[in-house]
């Protein structure tokens, strides 16, 4: 898809903190997944991550979310 979304949505603070600790749980778990797949095994030191979200644009997908959600909780405890 050559198109980029953006989405908004309105949470309150009990909120955010529940669905980033739901995102945070999700991305660790599809990336200690993909982490020791065959695929790669000889993937150099410090590239594997990002690899990994190269290939898997949901995990990246969940990470640019999480980074987004922790930017605006940061703006709005401030």
Not at 38 to 56: A, F, S
Request: aromatic share 8%; charged share 25%.
């Amino acid at each position: 898809m050559s198109t980029n979304l953006s989405i908004e949505i309105q949470l309150n603070a009990q909120q955010a903190d529940a669905y980033l600790r739901w995102l945070t749980s999700q991305y660790e778990l599809l990336m200690a997944a993909c982490w020791y797949d065959d695929k790669y095994r000889y993937t150099p030191q410090g590239m594997r991550g990002r690899r990994i979200l190269d290939d898997h644009p949901h995990i990246a997908g969940l990470n640019r979310t999480m980074r987004e959600l922790v930017k605006q909780v940061g703006e709005v405890r401030s």
